[in-house]
């Protein structure tokens, strides 16, 4: 970062050679191909005064400043979410960022590879909820696939 790192850093510039802009467009895409399209939307239907420089700094750091970065695959990133959403009890990230796993390929062994490794390192019931909370969303995910494969019958 430059000289004037310390308002760099405020303004969430993580890659120093990056605009606010492009840290956001650049995040609002990843965010979108990571979470889904209707994710996002929802969140953005739902952002008001109240959250908006909330959801403006997770798109511009988290997904733009972050999840943009070289160094680590997608897959890998999921991983470290997944473990970290774990460790901190976080249990609605948690099953979106399950979602978000199979959408940036790992699979559903994958998943459970990381649920059993977290059991050693975050402890036995943060393992058993991610066990349960992931049962569930991928028990809804085979559904929402189900309705769409039906509907794409009927048609």
Sequence with gaps: MG???KDDARAGAVQPDATQRALYDGGMEVRREVLG???VDRANA???EFTAEFQNMITRIAWGG?????????QMRSVAVLTAMIAHGHWDEFAMHVRAALR??????EIKEVILQSAIYCGVPSANTA????????ADVDAE???AAN????Q
Excluded: C, M, Y
């Design 3 to 5: 000289e004037n790192w």
């Design 37 to 39: 399209a209707a994710h």
């Design 46 to 48: 739902n952002t008001d």
């Design 66 to 74: 972050i999840w943009t970065r070289p160094g680590l695959s997608r």
């Design 104 to 109: 940036n390929g790992l699979t559903r062994d």
């Design 131 to 138: 066990f349960k909370v992931a049962q569930k969303t991928l």
């Design 145 to 147: 696939d189900s309705d």
């Design 151 to 154: 509907n794409k019958e009927q």
